[in-house]
């Protein structure tokens, strides 16, 4: 797991998918400010990095959920890995939205499940877990047994796990912030002198240079 986990940060911080800046921090749609920013989605424009990413996904979820019937993405950042790992599996995929739509059938999952159906979430990052926790319990509304969540960045807030844990809901990812910025720290993306404020920025990011 942890030679995957370097794998991972290796590889999203070279096409940079993952930015460090602690001297000149970003801001969050949420208003936090951070040292970090994370954008998965660039993992798509990378074939081999791609590739990557969903045979992780599709081995960690052979290996701890054989009994998967369904692969469901978190829209909208995590329907293609989702996909792609469900057609590595030879599953079957549907995805849940934020919200139910506002027309049609007004659905919130799209796709073909049943009452009881066991499904494996697929998301691309954890900050507080609280967009993707929503979507396991749109999947538990609907009848589902959700056996657990992937994803493939997680910040490692304690607040996320105190909501997974809440939720009765294990989390598994790929790569995750502390073996991110150990590698980072070993191959120059970040200076010795900045690490103390990547490991104080995750303590407490909602009132980080406030």
């Known amino acids: 797991m942890q030679e995957m986990e370097k794998k991972i940060a290796q590889s999203l911080l070279q096409i940079k998918a993952i930015k460090l800046n602690p001297s000149n921090y970003f801001t969050w749609a949420s208003g936090w400010h951070s040292p970090i920013y994370c954008d998965n989605r660039k993992v798509l424009s ?44 030879g599953k079957p995929f549907i995805y849940v939205r934020s919200a139910p739509k506002s027309h049609g059938l007004s659905n919130q999952i799209e796709g073909e499940y049943r009452k009881g159906a066991r499904v494996v979430v697929v998301e691309d990052l954890i900050s507080t877990g609280g967009s993707s926790l929503s979507a396991v319990e749109a999947l538990r509304d609907a ?29 598994t990812t790929l790569s995750n912030y502390p073996a991110m910025i150990a590698l980072a ?3 120059g993306y970040v200076r ?15 009132n980080w240079k406030k």
């Not at 910040?155 to 294990?170: I, S």
């Not at 010795?192 to 909602?206: F, G, H, N, Q, V």
Request: hydrophobic content about 45%; overall charge negative; aromatic content about 10%.
């Open 192 to 206: 010795p002198d900045e690490l103390a404020t990547l490991a104080e920025w995750r303590k407490d990011p909602a």
């Open 46 to 89: 990378y074939p081999e990095v791609r590739k990557q990413v969903y045979e992780s996904f599709a081995g960690v979820i052979a290996r701890k959920y054989p009994e998967a019937e369904i692969i469901a993405g978190v829209a909208t950042g995590a329907i293609a890995h989702g996909v792609l790992a469900a057609e590595a599996l």
């Open 143 to 171: 009848g589902c047994e959700v056996l657990g969540m992937v994803a493939i960045f997680t910040y490692g807030f304690p607040t996320a796990g105190e909501n997974f844990a809440r939720a009765g809901v294990e989390l």
């Open 185 to 187: 720290a070993e191959q």
